[in-house]
């Protein structure tokens, strides 16, 4: 196990090492010179020079790069070109809205998730199970801004049982946390379904049946736990995209988190600003996914007995 | 006798076409996307109207027979506009799928096949891909290349190979140890004929899954960088666009951002449930 955990570990710390190469290299290819669209037309080249070398843009990339790793190691994003304030204060602030909008969609999927994902299985091929498996693929084929959207008319304008714009209390996230959750509901609901049948074939749930245990029993204590092993690869997978889905989320519901600072950034080409928030998700990301193969490894011992990972 | 020998002659595939058969809601998926390639290519014959031609007396006139769907902030026709918009998601679906399939095949071969080094670095490249969460990639990809139908195959192409490498260098670490493989290699057939004439075959079967499965993601993914002004550039017809700019109308014409959506969701929905008939139909685990 502990050989495991190290392995792990590295292998995550280099992936994150692969990812701050890419989006840096990346965004240093971008057309439009960052310092000349800060200043606008009217500066003279000796300014745009001047700035230049003040914010260290005129030395070779690879120097920028080593500069901006080494700031970034110690919390140091660098400051955003148009609002004047450090990267870091900006991602934390916006954070809390992302946080809270992730968190509440994603309590929703889950729970929305394994429940329709149980009943679909318990009632296999029988009227509940496929209106329920109907409803899933309409909600993985259903793209979230639109969701976002048609909540916003019929819940929000027609019905006004909800507020479509903001984030000041609870109220505001209930709308934005049901357009993100659904495709994800939808998403664990199919894995924890077709998981589920895949285990009821198994002997021991033969047993189980032959030992006259009560059906509840059967399923949560036998077929649930068992099943659960690929529903946590989904899942956790799922929290990395419900970080970025939150992008488009937060931009039709006005919240300032994260998605919305990233989006305006990117229409403004505020390259620190994009760069210390495409790392700062993608870190996320990675010890999502750590945590995922971590928690994989305890659930089955195959895993961390015979050294293989989430990917193989 | 006649009889016997007919069964044994039965391929592979034609097994797998009689199982998509049987399969009738997949068969009516089929009859949905076929629909939408006729509609893609025939869009110019279907309507009257020119998609980007505004006429500022006809703005948001709701549904009628003249324009079905009603028109929107410039007064063009709304179902023309989905009819030519049915063009990009087609052609971005299809187009950056094949791309990925492409990559996905040729990393995951070169992975399972040569193994060792090789795969720790191609390993590691796959791991890297998909600890990055896909859409915040495809934006930055689009942010650097700026809008345009070439740029979107690209970026889609180019990011969404991950699934489809994983899952060629699962099959071909299986196949490799199989008695023809192994007899190949010991007959001395170079690595590069192998990897096309033997195990390009044997992997077809999960790169048309791979392709369904993916070009719905793609569809979707090329509507919300649209939604987001990173996909193609006005005044060009597309769904994620039209929602976007239906969105400030949502007060008054609300009807405008219902047809896009659903649009999307048709197309999407019939090429998933194409793409898990298609599964089922394929894989002989799930042949019953």
Redesign the interface.
Known sequence: MVNFLVRRVL?AL??IL??SL??FF??N???GDPVQIMLGDLATPETVAQVRAQMGLDKPVWLQYLNWAGNMLRGDFGSSYFQHRPVMELLLVSFGYTIRLASFSYLLAVTIGLAFGILAAVFHNKWVDKVLMVLA??G????N??VA??L??VFG?TLKWFPISGAKDFSYYVLPAIALGTRYAASIARITRNSMLEVSKQDYMRTAEAKGLRDWLIVMRHAFRNALIPVITVAGTDL??I???S??IE??FQISGIGKL??DA??QRDLPL?QGG?MY??FI??VI?LIVDILYAVVDPRIRLGGGTR?? | MSKSKKINSQSYYRVSLAILKKNRLAMFCLGIVIALVLIAVFAPWLTPYDPNLNDVRNRFKGPSWEHPFGTDEYGRDILTRIFYGCRISLSVGIVSQLLASLLGYFIGVFAGYYGGRVDSVL??L???F???????FA???M??L?PGLMNLYIALGLLGWTSTA?LIR?EVMRLKNSEYIQACIVGGGSGWRIIMKHLLPNCVPTLIITITMGI?RAI?SE??LS????GVSPPTASW?AM??H??PY??KF?YY??F??FA??IC??AF??LG?GLRDALDPKLRS
Do not use: H, K
């Open positions: 292998q280099g992936v692969a990812i890419i989006t990346i965004l290819i971008v057309p693929v309409g993985i084929s259903a793209p801004f639109w959207i048609i916003q008319i304008l990395g995209n970080l970025t889905g992008m488009l931009s039709v990233m989006v990117i229409g994009v495409v998700i993608a990301c990675v996914y990917s193989e | 390993s590691f796959i791991q890297v998909s600890s990055f969460p896909f859409l915040l934006i930055a990809v942010f650097i700026g994983r699962g719905p979707l509507a919300s939604f987001l002004g990173l994620g929602i976007s239906a969105q949502i007060r609300a951002s219902l896009p959506g999307i969701i999407v929905l998933n449930i898990d």
